[in-house]
């Protein structure tokens, strides 16, 4: 089962998932609560757009948790798991909400596996945000993709149809540096304007007690410079640390954030050897 990242949805799965269907493995795709075709797109984020609507228009996605976006997966999570065991793949910001599946209701899960994912232990997001080991990542420097106030509007809105020359270069870098312009508009094209604001409290990091008892693998994305590799690192060294007795199985993939989604031939030969 595929849980998206930030500002994404099932969608972008489509092209792993059929590398997987064509070598015999099932799998799912799952829409987080605010996404898929629940998404918020306002008109102002259409051409030509309209930067004060685009600000101001509610979204679906206010008010939405951790928590809420947790039973979701559940859900999900054991419906699927009435036809057997489970592995539940995340991407980037998905990494908090498998986290907290693995926290609450780690007996639904065969496996977790982490791309590139956020993994907080130690420390909050905010802190990791701000660590010697993020220093390299240019998430900072695309901020000016957000147009709102998320605390005023509850959610994070971006506006992925920018005409900035400037800002889509350095989204580029921080996406998908190792594509093509085309692959990349593509990229930008699948995201949605909308993310949840909460990521959780510290009651939200990984257990010992409960997530630490699941079988779990990091793939590192090598080229990654929205989620640096040291980062990754770090949440691996960490839960590690935590659970000494059930460490992660690290894996690589020479990929940039973007491109094993877009090339996934190697990642599902990668996923395809943990469900055998």
Not at 32 to 57: E, K, R
Request: proline share 7%; with cysteine.
């Amino acid at each position: 089962m595929f849980v998206h990242g930030s500002n994404g949805n099932s969608f972008y799965w489509a092209p792993l998932q059929r590398e997987l269907a064509l070598a015999g493995h099932r799998s799912l795709a799952v829409d987080l609560p605010g996404h898929g075709y629940a998404a918020t797109f306002p008109s102002g984020y259409q051409a030509p757009q309209d930067p004060a609507a685009l600000a101001t228009t509610p979204s679906a996605m206010a008010g939405i948790t951790l928590a809420e976006t947790t039973e979701h997966l559940a859900d999900v999570v054991r419906r699927a798991g009435e036809h057997g065991p489970v592995i539940v793949v995340a991407h980037s910001r998905g990494g908090f909400p498998l986290t907290s599946l693995g926290n609450n209701h780690p007996e639904l899960i065969a496996r977790m596996v982490y791309i590139s994912a956020w993994c907080p232990v130690d420390v909050s997001g905010a802190e990791y945000s701000e660590s010697p080991e993020n220093a390299e990542s240019l998430l900072p420097e695309a901020f000016g993709v957000v147009v709102a106030d998320p605390a005023s509007l509850g959610a994070i809105r971006m506006n992925w149809r920018t005409a900035d020359p400037a800002l889509l270069a350095v989204l580029k870098r921080t996406m998908l540096e190792d594509g093509t312009d085309e692959e990349f508009h593509a990229v930008l094209n699948l995201l949605e304007p909308d993310e949840m604001f909460d990521i959780g409290t510290e009651a939200d990091r990984a257990r010992a007690d409960t997530w630490g008892r699941v079988p779990r693998t990091y793939i590192r994305l090598t080229e990654d410079r929205s989620i640096p590799v040291a980062l990754q690192d770090r949440f691996i060294k960490e839960a590690d640390a935590l659970t000494p007795d059930n460490p992660f199985d690290v894996r690589s993939l020479t990929s940039s954030h973007m491109r094993f989604v877009v090339h996934p031939a190697e990642a599902a030969t990668m996923l395809g050897e943990l469900a055998g």
